[in-house]
């Protein structure tokens, strides 16, 4: 028998909190508004977080300082295994194509991307976050770069439909994937065939390894006080970007199963 969505977790987990129920809000404000709360505080290197408001408070040079010394922490040295293979496999391949990173955070992969000729939209709940990155392409001299902040999934219609990458490093795996199939449905129309669906997650063997807790638990644990963290594998990929098709061309985990990578090609 072929699962729904909710039949492919299979999980009893608290409810996702605050909201009355999955799905009422069609453009996810309520459910925005829960992230925006945590979502200000960004990972900043491999142990360290910020408050991007507190960035903005910085001169030009010691932002760029900042972000450098936070870049090198998470793609470096010990860290490459991390982050910084990713970084290095895709920078040649996102050369000049279009992409749209959803929940940019400090633009730690992405703004290396640009670097490397990448046109680069960033998107993030949070405003400082958005401000900070467009601080630092504007330092750096990135100029094919846009800004689009989610107040609600109404905001992505001012985005073009043709990107060649919808890039989530770590943004979809903190609400429900009944959310998360409302806000990937809405994306998925600026993606059309050909185009690549590049997330990284945390993978079920992580969440076993860590006691099988309920997802807002696993949140506190995982990422010091996010309201949610759910595991995401294949299967549950492909069920909330369904019914598009896509082809695999990686899904695999890595760094002892603290981290999953999925690379897709849509098809139809």
Known sequence: MKLGLKGRLGLNQAAWPFEPGVGED???RKSLEILRTKWGEVPAGELTRVMSQDLMKLSDEELLRRWTEF???TSTGKAYSVRGWYQILYKSILRGKKVMDVGAGLGIDTIFYAEH???VTFVDVAQPNLQ???RLCKIKGLARTRFC???DLRALEQLPDDYDAIYCCGSLINAPAEVTRIE???LLK?????GRWIELAYPRERWVRDGRMSFREWGNKTDGGAPWMEWHDLQKIEAFLAPAVFDVVLALNFH???FNWFDLIRRA
């Open 26 to 28: 069609a453009h996810l």
């Open 71 to 73: 870049w090198n922490d």
């Open 117 to 119: 000729g990448a046109e």
């Open 132 to 134: 900070v990155i467009e």
């Open 149 to 151: 902040y989610l107040a």
């Open 184 to 186: 990937a449905q809405e």
């Open 190 to 194: 600026h993606l059309p065939v050909g």
């Open 256 to 258: 002892n199963n603290d």
